[in-house]
């Protein structure tokens, strides 16, 4: 069965400030995605990134980075001096390709808030 | 290029009544799920067609959802009859698949409330 856990519920933190959002998945496939979307307050689903289970290296993206570790089934997201506007909910997924399934499954979301 | 786009974006009805949700995916993309987010489960696939045929239904709820894909850009999710518990966000999303899986891009939602 794959699982991803997202144990940080809520975080807050001071303009500026760096955060690191985790994420730990499960999953028996040698293949498999995984990835993070964005839901800010209005609601949408935003896709931020998509990494294959073969590319161990980091991503860097502006303000965001991914730390993506096979080891320890990670895969955490930074985002470096933090704004208001990344005030949002954050998931994690992971996409298994066994079978050719496409199936997402998605933590529970960590969601950040950033005061001014 | 538009999004996935989900009609319609907010919708009350009253229990036992039959709810239609649509979607239009992102054109050139062949598969195409639905998903529904709640505070107590989040975000749970209910099913997914590729190529307008459906793959996975294994997360629709029981008997009362269905889903089709007439044709590659439309598919629509019906409930009937609606009960109380049906209240939650439904997203659609699209993405194209190949030889690898690609990122699913998600509509805005639709926001369905059952009294």
């Known amino acids: 069965a794959q699982k991803v856990t997202q144990a940080q519920t809520e975080i807050s933190v001071v303009e500026k400030e760096d955060v690191t959002l985790d994420c730990v998945y499960e999953?028996?496939?040698?293949?498999?995605?995984l990835f993070w979307y964005k839901q800010p307050p209005s609601g949408e689903l935003v896709f931020l990134i998509r990494r294959n289970s073969f590319d161990e290296q980091n991503e860097i993206s502006g303000r965001y980075s991914w730390n993506f570790q096979k080891s320890t089934s990670s895969f955490n997201f930074t985002i470096t001096a933090s704004q208001v506007v990344d005030s949002a909910v954050y998931f994690c997924a992971l996409s298994s390709t066994q079978g050719g399934s496409e199936k997402l499954v998605f933590g529970k979301g960590t969601k950040l808030t950033v005061n001014p | 290029d538009a999004g996935v786009i989900q009609s319609p974006r907010h919708e009350v009805t009253e229990m036992g009544q039959e709810v239609t949700l649509r979607c239009k995916p992102i054109s050139g993309h062949n598969s195409l799920f639905w998903y529904r987010q709640t505070m107590m489960r989040g975000l749970e696939l209910l099913i997914y067609f590729n190529n307008n045929v459906p793959i996975d239904d294994s997360g629709m709820p029981e008997d009362r959802f269905s889903a089709k894909m007439p044709n590659a850009s439309f598919s629509t999710l019906k409930i009937q009859p609606s009960e109380p518990r049906d209240s939650a966000v439904y997203f659609c999303a699209s993405s194209f698949k190949g030889t690898r899986t690609y990122e699913q891009y998600f509509g805005p939602g639709t926001r369905l409330t059952v009294t």
């Open positions: 999953t028996r496939d040698t293949t498999y995605y």
